[in-house]
């Protein structure tokens, strides 16, 4: 069964702590998105990564950090930096960087206390 | 002013009515159009792909690009409350290049 998944559904973390958020895929798609998705205004590119061991920032990457050391996984880290890090975080593959269909996982909502 | 505009509703409509959504761009160089479902605490899903000007028919939704206006629509006939969700908008200007999503309008079909 193909997809994205992403895991915890809902984290909770206090003010000053890092945080992982994880995504994998099983489709063998090249590339790996992170949003950012906040009530009315969408979604927000945070970072991308179109192959293994390479990301590139999106529109809003200050206070998150990625990695990509395998091709189906692209964790993202939220930092202590990042000043207002409650949000819906979606993750999102596509086949490779020449295609724009993607594909999204469920989700994780993150909530800091 | 953001690139992409979409009314955030909501729209409410009665079961089997059409559903009429639109987006308003701004950037000319924008070629690849999407519209994604999204239900709610879930990821958006692909329902409609247009590149460049014209309509796009896939059983009851339809998709209009119109260049010339910078607006994008997409109907959905014979609604149904299965058709209840937010619908977002998606544009980009070349294959692979990132994509500028709208706020997403959100629908409800009545029974």
């Known amino acids: 069964d193909g997809g994205i998944t992403q895991s915890p559904k809902y984290l909770f973390r206090k003010e000053g702590q890092n945080v992982t958020l994880s995504c994998e895929q099983n489709?063998?798609?090249?590339?790996m998105y992170w949003y950012r998705q906040d009530p009315g205004q969408g979604l927000r590119l945070i970072y991308y990564?179109?192959?293994?061991?390479?990301?590139q920032k999106g529109d809003i990457a200050e206070g998150y950090s990625v990695s990509r050391e395998k091709k189906e996984s692209f964790p993202l880290t939220v930092t202590s930096a990042q000043k207002n890090p409650t949000a819906f975080y979606l993750c999102?593959?596509?086949?490779?960087?020449?295609?724009?269909?993607?594909?999204f996982g469920p989700g994780t909502r993150l909530t800091v206390l | 002013q953001k690139e992409v505009e979409q009314d955030p509703g909501p729209l409410s409509v009665p079961e089997g009515a059409i559903v009429s959504l639109n987006c308003t761009y701004s950037n000319s160089a924008f070629q690849y159009f999407m519209w994604y479902r999204q239900y709610s605490r879930k990821g958006p899903e692909l329902l409609m792909y247009t590149y460049s000007s014209g309509n796009k028919e896939d059983g009851r939704f339809t998709a209009q690009v119109d260049k010339s206006s910078k607006y994008i629509s997409l109907f959905i006939r014979d609604s149904q409350p299965s058709d209840s969700a937010t619908y977002l908008c998606a544009m980009s200007d070349a294959a692979g290049n990132k994509l500028t999503f709208g706020g997403g309008t959100r629908v409800l079909v009545k029974p």
């Open positions: 990564s179109q192959i293994v061991n390479d990301f």
């Open positions: 999102a593959s596509s086949m490779n960087r020449d295609s724009d269909t993607q594909y």
């Open positions: 489709l063998n798609h090249d590339a």
